[in-house]
């Protein structure tokens, strides 16, 4: 049950919140909070909500299995291997650098671009790179979650993921910034220190069981040594007793998780071309981040909203051509990742004619991919499920009227407290926001408080969701690297704890200034 062990978390999960819906009444904020009795969820309905998640979250599954399917077709491709082992290479001796500079990557570009979605293209690389340096899994998953968790927390321009407290509070996106810069930064050097910590644990683990088994060989040869000589002496056979029988101990190799991640090794003298592959994935990279960062929301830009207006409403003899061609398309700065899904298939046809692979080793390399995806787009059903399920019965805001009612106005403490409830009960920013955010407005009726409220609920947010069994992120993560959360908690606790002492210590110094 180990190599399930994440959904067991999440099955538990849905249970605890259905029996919540029996436990607590349901409420919601509407100019006023209303009351509406308990609204229980019912057995038709454990099975009927993960339906439901589909029909409203399903693209984001669909998306995964998409990038699964990518993945897939370029294990096909001798070139993505040998870009691999390119970047490995250039990174030797200096492999907890480049796994520091991925880490800071991915934070800045969630901080800035709201990219914790759109990344998942490119973490089956990274965590393949990370693997082949010879890190292990909880190392490539505590550089890839980590790093986007540690982003989310400190949220610069990432309009999406802050679009909600800005409406609701009436803040702009820049409202401390440089407390936001400040989370970012220690947050980072919190991330990089304690996975250091957990790469040099690791090594000594493995140290001492490499010398256990050792032991443990030599000690079953002389064993066995042993028994052949008092057998020998026994013996009444006078040449089998002039014989000292050799025994050898053959250890069966084992497929290491290198291998599972990672495609086949290609031969040095199989010439292969890998600037093309580069070209793609770069193009596919600088999409990503033109189409995700929020030019109107964050920056007050309408270029690329004019420009899509130009191209898809431009006439050829009276024809709009190209409307037509690209059918709807959303203007960069609004994408989401289901537009992604056409740049990916896009990518794959390409690199499939650039490299000349075989149709059926497409086929067959895609549906790979995409049995090797089931896992983790099962899982993020199943999140969102957790997400219908308070949403149809909100239960949720009873709570935080009962934490926010032990305090007169807003504080720190217990509005971080409720802030890691409604992160933990809601698997999406937006709506974890949503579920608190306008009740506490009456509750806290300074405005002058808001900007911190905003700051404390984002930070929080990132923070819970490093370990939240509703955070898509981790727990896609962890089911695609076969992790158990259970392993995956003794490792990030410590950085929990740490990480939320420097987020008080801030909001504190905040509330004295």
């Not at 291997?81 to 030797?92: C, E, H, M, N, Q």
């Not at 810069?181 to 990089?192: E, F, R, S, Y």
């Not at 896009?346 to 896992?375: E, T």
């Not at 959360?485 to 410590?494: A, D, L, Q």
């Amino acid at each position: 049950m180990k190599k399930h062990n994440t959904f067991k978390v999440v099955l538990i999960t849905i249970l605890v919140f259905m029996l919540l819906t029996w436990i607590l009444p349901a409420a919601y904020y509407s100019s006023g909070y209303v009351d509406q009795g308990r609204v229980q969820m019912g057995l038709f309905d454990l099975f009927n909500y993960p339906i439901t998640a589909i029909s409203y979250f399903g693209y984001i599954a669909l998306y995964v299995l998409v990038v699964g399917g990518l993945y897939g077709v370029l294990n096909k491709i001798d070139a993505y291997r040998v870009l691999l082992d390119k970047l490995v290479a250039k990174s030797k001796g200096k492999e907890k650098v480049w796994l520091s500079v991925i880490m800071v990557l991915l934070a800045v570009l969630t901080s800035v671009c709201g990219l914790q979605l759109g990344l998942v293209i490119f973490f089956p690389m990274l965590i393949s790179i990370i693997l082949l340096m010879g890190y292990d899994k909880v190392t490539s998953a505590l550089a890839v979650v980590g790093s986007t968790m540690i982003g989310i927390a400190g949220t610069t321009f990432g309009y999406g993921n802050t679009n909600i407290i800005m409406s609701v509070l009436s803040i702009k996106i820049t409202s401390e910034m440089i407390s936001k810069v400040i989370i970012l930064v220690i947050g980072l050097a919190l991330l990089i220190f304690n996975t250091l910590m957990y790469i040099k644990k690791a090594k000594v683990v493995e140290s001492k069981a490499k010398k256990a088994s050792t032991k443990a060989v030599k000690t079953t040869k002389t064993t066995k040594s042993t028994k052949t000589t008092a057998k020998t002496k026994s013996s009444k056979t006078t040449k089998a007793a002039s014989k000292e029988e050799e025994v050898i101990v053959v250890k069966e190799e084992k497929a290491t998780d290198t291998d599972k991640y990672v495609p086949a090794k290609v031969s040095s003298r199989k010439k292969v071309t890998v600037w093309p592959l580069v070209v793609m994935l770069s193009l596919v990279f600088i999409i990503l981040i033109l189409a995700f960062i929020s030019w109107a929301g964050a920056f007050s830009n309408t270029a690329f909203e004019k420009a899509t207006e130009a191209v898809t409403g431009f006439k050829v003899f009276g024809f709009t051509l190209f409307g037509k061609l690209l059918g709807t398309v959303n203007a960069f700065g609004a994408w989401t990742v289901s537009d992604m899904i056409t740049v990916m298939m896009l990518a794959i046809l390409l690199l499939a004619l650039i490299y000349k692979v075989k149709f059926d080793d497409v086929i067959d390399g895609f549906v790979s991919g995409v049995k090797r995806a089931l896992a983790p787009a099962l899982m993020i059903i199943l999140i969102y499920t957790c997400l219908v399920i308070v949403t149809y019965h909100p239960f949720q805001l009873v709570i935080y009227k009962a934490i926010l009612g032990i305090t007169k106005g807003f504080n720190v403490l217990t509005g971080s407290i409720v802030a890691i409830l409604a992160s933990l009960f809601n698997a999406d920013p937006a709506y974890a926001f949503q579920s608190v955010l306008p009740y506490l407005t009456s509750v806290v009726t300074s405005t002058d408080n808001y900007p911190l409220v905003g700051l404390v609920f984002q930070s929080i947010y990132g923070l819970t969701m490093l370990v939240a069994p509703t955070s898509v992120i981790l727990m896609g993560v962890l089911s695609y690297l076969e992790i158990p959360y259970s392993k995956w908690f003794k490792t990030i606790w410590k950085l929990l704890v740490e990480f939320l002492i420097i987020l008080l210590v801030i909001f504190a110094i905040i509330v004295l200034i």
